[in-house]
C-alpha cells in the first residue's frame, strides 16, 4: 500500500489537482492531509470539498493553523496572511468551516504520527527547521516515524536511541529508505506555495518493503494559479512567489 | 528481531545456508541458495550482522548502511543486489558471490612489478569511477574491499562506511571519530569529512604504495592522533624504498597522496588515464624525489591547525562532470585539411568550457591485415611516428597546457572500432570526430563516424563542413 502525503495546500487548486492525479497514476491508495488547506490561494471552498470528499471516503486529516485561525484569527500572524485569511472566511460557508474546527491536531496510524507542526506542542505551531527542533519533536512522540509540514520546504531527520539526530535534505523525486531501526521526520514540502526553491508543488509518498519515502515534485500551472490570485484581488506577492518557489 | 544464531542448513527468507565462508566481528557470510526456483549462477552470498546479546540495533548502523546502498549499485564494480532482509526479523543482505581474488591475497605477494601495480590501479580506477558515477564515495577502500575478477575487473565490497549523495548518512552522526581504515584513511576523513569523492582516491593511492613498496605509508596507527599525522608528514617517496618503482608511478601514487583533494586527480577515470599511458604523464619534481619534506616545512604545516570544513551540499556524480575526458578522433592520412581545423576548433571548445577537462589526441592508421604480424617492420614504425609528430602539430593551436592534453596514434585494421574501445577502455565522456559528407553511398556502407555515434557509451559530437 503507497500513501500519499499532502501538506500546506492552501488553497491552490491546480496544485492539489496535479499532486492528486500525479499519486493516483502512482497507485497511492491512502490519502493523508497534513493541514494548512486555506489562506494565500484563490480556491479555498473547491480545496475544502475536495478534502472533506477525500475524509468521507477514508483519507486522514489533520488541522493546520492557517486553518484554525479561519474560526479563530491568530494575532502572530503577519499583514500577508491575514488579509489572505479575512478575504477567505468571506468565501466560506458554515458547512466549510465547521469541518475545519472539526478536525483533529494529530492522527497516530500504525507507529505514524501525522500533524500539521511539530509532535511536541501541536496547537502551538512551533517551526520545525533544524535537527534541534526534529529531536524535540521525536523525543517527545512515542511514534516511530513523524509526518509534518507547516516549513514549506521538504526536510528529512533522522535520530537512533542515544544518538545526535541527523539531518537530511531529500532529492525530488528519489525514493529514501527510512531505516526501520531508527525514528524518523519527515517535513513534507507544500504542494500549494513551495518555498524551497523549487516552483513545482511537493507531496510525499511512502511506500512499503522497504519502507521509502519520496518527495515527489509535480510541475503544475503555476502561472493559472497566480492569475486567479491576482483576479481576487489578494495581495499581490502571494502570486509572484508561486513562480519563484520562494 | 532474530538473536539465534544461525546455522548450516537453516532456511532465512527462502534462501537456505549452505555453508559459512566466514564469521568475523560484524557479520558471518554464508554461501546460500534459493529453496525454490532455478538454480542460482552465480552462487549467492548472503551477509548477516552480528549482534551481540542485549546490543541495540542501531549499533549495526553499517549494515543498514549497506542495505541501503547496495541496492541501488548496477554493473560489473559491486556484487549485484538480490534480496534483503527486514530488520524486525532476521537483518540480512543476499548478493551475489563474486568470483574474484580478493587484492589482500595478491598484496601479500608484494612488493609487485610496477607494470602490475599499474595494471590493478588502472582497473580499481576505472571501477571508482563507475562508482562515483552512481553518486557513491566507498570511504573504506583496502584490499580487503576489493576483489579482483578473473577479466581483471575490480569489485568493491563492504559498503559499510559508504556515502551515497541521494541518501542520508546515518554515521554522520559520529563524525568525532574517524571512520576508515588506519592506513589507508584519508587526512579529510580522520577530522571526520564524509564527503570528499576524492578520499578514495588517497585510499587508493596507499594502496598502490603499499603493492609497489610493501610497506603502508603512514603506518598503521591505532588513535586518531596518529592517523592525523598524514595532514602534516608527507611518506617516504616510493622509490627510496623500490628503486625499480618508475617515476610515473611515484608521481601518480604520490598526486594520490596529496593532503588537500583538490591537488589529487580531477576524477578516476583521469586517474586511470594516467597509470595506462606511462608515456603521456607530466613528471612533476614528485616523480623523483627520494626524500621526505625537510623539517621546517613539516613543522610549518603542522603548526597550520586543520580544521573540518561545514558540510556542503554533497556532489560525488556531479563533481565528475567537472574534470570529464574529451577525446578528439581526427583523421590525419591526407594531412590537415579543412575539416581536421574545423574538428579541433570544436574539440577546443568542448575542452574550454569545463577548466577540469583533460583533452585525448587520438589519430588511426588503417593497417592491412599484413602488418599486424609479429614484427613492426621499420617503415611501419617510421609511419607511425611521422603520425604522432603530425597528430601533435595539428593540436599545436589548441594552445593547451602539456598536462591536460595527450596524444594516441592507434593501430587498426577497423578505426570505429579501435575508436569505441578506447572510448570504453578510458572512460571517456564526450567524443569529437569529424565526418565526410553525406551521400547515399557512405550511409548504405556506414562510416567510421555512424559507427561511433552508435556504439560509444558517451556524447559524440560529430562535425561536417557544410555543403
Known amino acids: 500500500m503507497s500513501i500519499a502525503l499532502f501538506s500546506d495546500i492552501h488553497a491552490n487548486r491546480e496544485a492539489f489537482e496535479a499532486c492528486l492525479s500525479d499519486a493516483r497514476r502512482r497507485g497511492a491508495s491512502r490519502f493523508v492531509l497534513l493541514g494548512d488547506y486555506v489562506g494565500y490561494g484563490a480556491d479555498p471552498v473547491w480545496v475544502l470539498e475536495t478534502v472533506a470528499d477525500l475524509v468521507a471516503k477514508g483519507a486522514v486529516a489533520v488541522l493546520g493553523n492557517h486553518d484554525a485561525a479561519v474560526g479563530t484569527p491568530?494575532?502572530?500572524?503577519?499583514?500577508?496572511?491575514?488579509?489572505?485569511?479575512?478575504?477567505?472566511?468571506?468565501?466560506?460557508?458554515?458547512?466549510?468551516?465547521t469541518f475545519l474546527k472539526n478536525l483533529p491536531l494529530k492522527?497516530?496510524?500504525?507507529?505514524?504520527?501525522?500533524?500539521?507542526?511539530?509532535?511536541?506542542?501541536?496547537?502551538?505551531?512551533g517551526y520545525i527547521t533544524s535537527a534541534v527542533e526534529a529531536e524535540r519533536s521525536m523525543r517527545v512522540a512515542p511514534q516511530q516515524w513523524t509526518f509534518c509540514g507547516h516549513t514549506?520546504?521538504?526536510?528529512?531527520?533522522?535520530?537512533?536511541?542515544?544518538?545526535?539526530?541527523?539531518?537530511?535534505?531529500?532529492?525530488?523525486?528519489?525514493?529514501?529508505?527510512?531505516?526501520?531501526?531508527?525514528?524518523?521526520?519527515?517535513?513534507?514540502?507544500?504542494?500549494?506555495?513551495?518555498?524551497?526553491?523549487?516552483?513545482?508543488?511537493?507531496?510525499?509518498?511512502?511506500?512499503?518493503?522497504?519502507?521509502?519515502?519520496?518527495?515527489?515534485?509535480?510541475?503544475?500551472?503555476?502561472?493559472?494559479?497566480?492569475?486567479?490570485?491576482?483576479?481576487?484581488g489578494l495581495p499581490d506577492s502571494l502570486g509572484r512567489r508561486l513562480l519563484t518557489g520562494r | 528481531m532474530r538473536r539465534a544464531r544461525p546455522e548450516q542448513g537453516?532456511?532465512?527468507?527462502g534462501f537456505r545456508l549452505d555453508a559459512c565462508i566466514h564469521r568475523g566481528a560484524m557479520s558471518a557470510l554464508w554461501r546460500v541458495s534459493r529453496t525454490e526456483g532455478e538454480c542460482d549462477d552465480p552462487p549467492l552470498l548472503m551477509k548477516i550482522p552480528t549482534l551481540a546479546e542485549g546490543e541495540d540495533v542501531s549499533a549495526i548502523v553499517g549494515f543498514e548502511t549497506e542495505q541501503m546502498i547496495l541496492p541501488r549499485l548496477t554493473g560489473p564494480h559491486a556484487p549485484r543486489f538480490v534480496a534483503a532482509g527486514d530488520f524486525a526479523q532476521t537483518p540480512h543482505l543476499v548478493m551475489e558471490l563474486v568470483e574474484g581474488r580478493s587484492l589482500h591475497d595478491i598484496a601479500k605477494e608484494?612488493?609487485?612489478?610496477?607494470?602490475?601495480?599499474?595494471?590493478?590501479?588502472?582497473?580499481?580506477?576505472?571501477?571508482?569511477?563507475?562508482?562515483?558515477?552512481?553518486?557513491?564515495?566507498?570511504?573504506?577502500?583496502?584490499?580487503?574491499?576489493?576483489?579482483?575478477?578473473?577479466?581483471?575487473?575490480?569489485?568493491?565490497?563492504?559498503?559499510?562506511?559508504?556515502r551515497h549523495d541521494e541518501l542520508p548518512d546515518l554515521l554522520g552522526e559520529e563524525s568525532d571519530v574517524p571512520m576508515g581504515t588506519a592506513p589507508y584513511i584519508s587526512p579529510e576523513q580522520v577530522i571526520g569529512v564524509r564527503w570528499e569523492p576524492k578520499s578514495d582516491h588517497f585510499a587508493l593511492g596507499v594502496?598502490?604504495?603499499?603493492?609497489?613498496?610493501?610497506?603502508?605509508?603512514?603506518g598503521n596507527p591505532q588513535r586518531k592522533s596518529g592517523m592525523m599525522r598524514r595532514i602534516w608528514r608527507d611518506p617516504v617517496p616510493p622509490r627510496a624504498i623500490n628503486p625499480d618503482c618508475p617515476p610515473w608511478l611515484q608521481e601518480a601514487i604520490l598526486r594520490c597522496l596529496c593532503v588537500d583533494p583538490a591537488r589529487r586527480y580531477g576524477s578516476a577515470a583521469q586517474l586511470a588515464f594516467a597509470l595506462e599511458n606511462p608515456d603521456q604523464a607530466t613528471l612533476t619534481e614528485r616523480a623523483t624525489r627520494l626524500k621526505q619534506d625537510g623539517f621546517w616545512t613539516v613543522l610549518r604545516r603542522r603548526l597550520k591547525a586543520p580544521t573540518r570544513p561545514?558540510?556542503?551540499?554533497?556532489?560525488?556524480?556531479?563533481?565528475?562532470?567537472?574534470?570529464?575526458?574529451?577525446?578528439?578522433?581526427?583523421?590525419?592520412?591526407?594531412?590537415?585539411?579543412?575539416?581536421?581545423?574545423?574538428?579541433?576548433?570544436?574539440?577546443?571548445?568542448?575542452?574550454?568550457?569545463?577548466?577540469?577537462?583533460?583533452?585525448?589526441?587520438?589519430?588511426?592508421?588503417?593497417?592491412?591485415?599484413l602488418s599486424?604480424?609479429?614484427?613492426?617492420?621499420?617503415?611501419?614504425?617510421?609511419?607511425?611516428?611521422?603520425?604522432?609528430?603530425?597528430?601533435?602539430?595539428?593540436?599545436?593551436?589548441?594552445?593547451?597546457p602539456q598536462d591536460t592534453i595527450s596524444f594516441h596514434v592507434l593501430e587498426a585494421l577497423d578505426p570505429a572500432a579501435a575508436l569505441i574501445d578506447y572510448v570504453r577502455k578510458n572512460q571517456v565522456d564526450h567524443v569529437v570526430l569529424g565526418a565526410r559528407g553525406s551521400s547515399a553511398l557512405r550511409r548504405y556502407l556506414g562510416s567510421v563516424s555512424s559507427q561511433v555515434v552508435a556504439e560509444a557509451p558517451c556524447t559524440v559530437t560529430v562535425v561536417r563542413l557544410p555543403g
Not at chain 1, 491568530?74 to 468551516?97: F, I, Y
Not at chain 2, 537453516?10 to 527468507?13: G, K, R
Open chain 2, 372 to 400: 599486424l604480424e609479429e614484427d613492426v617492420d621499420d617503415q611501419g614504425r617510421t609511419a607511425y611516428l611521422q603520425r604522432l609528430i603530425e597528430l601533435k602539430d595539428w593540436a599545436r593551436a589548441l594552445n593547451l
Open chain 1, 152 to 232: 514549506h520546504v521538504p526536510a528529512l531527520y533522522h535520530m537512533s536511541p542515544q544518538r545526535p539526530p541527523g539531518a537530511f535534505s531529500p532529492p525530488p523525486n528519489k525514493p529514501v529508505p527510512l531505516a526501520a531501526s531508527r525514528r524518523w521526520l519527515a517535513v513534507l514540502g507544500s504542494v500549494g506555495q513551495p518555498r524551497d526553491g523549487n516552483p513545482a508543488a511537493c507531496y510525499g509518498l511512502l511506500e512499503h518493503s522497504p519502507l521509502c519515502l519520496t518527495m515527489v515534485r509535480v510541475p503544475y500551472d503555476a502561472e493559472a494559479a497566480a492569475r486567479k490570485v491576482a483576479a481576487a
Open chain 1, 74 to 97: 491568530d494575532t502572530a500572524m503577519n499583514p500577508v496572511a491575514t488579509a489572505a485569511l479575512d478575504w477567505t472566511r468571506r468565501q466560506l460557508g458554515t458547512v466549510h468551516k
Open chain 2, 310 to 369: 561545514s558540510p556542503a551540499q554533497i556532489r560525488i556524480a556531479a563533481e565528475l562532470d567537472a574534470a570529464p575526458i574529451v577525446m578528439v578522433a581526427v583523421d590525419l592520412a591526407n594531412g590537415v585539411n579543412e575539416l581536421a581545423e574545423r574538428v579541433r576548433v570544436q574539440a577546443g571548445r568542448a575542452v574550454e568550457a569545463e577548466p577540469g577537462a583533460r583533452l585525448a589526441c587520438v589519430t588511426v592508421i588503417k593497417t592491412a591485415l
Open chain 2, 207 to 218: 594502496i598502490l604504495y603499499e603493492l609497489v613498496t610493501g610497506k603502508w605509508p603512514f
Open chain 2, 10 to 13: 537453516d532456511v532465512i527468507d
Open chain 1, 107 to 125: 492522527v497516530v496510524e500504525e507507529g505514524r504520527l501525522y500533524v500539521h507542526a511539530n509532535g511536541w506542542a501541536p496547537g502551538d505551531w
Open chain 2, 110 to 162: 608484494g612488493p609487485l612489478p610496477a607494470d602490475r601495480v599499474a595494471a590493478i590501479g588502472a582497473s580499481v580506477a576505472r571501477a571508482l569511477q563507475d562508482l562515483h558515477r552512481q553518486h557513491v564515495i566507498h570511504l573504506d577502500l583496502k584490499p580487503a574491499n576489493i576483489l579482483i575478477r578473473p577479466n581483471g575487473e575490480a569489485v568493491f565490497i563492504d559498503f559499510g562506511l559508504s
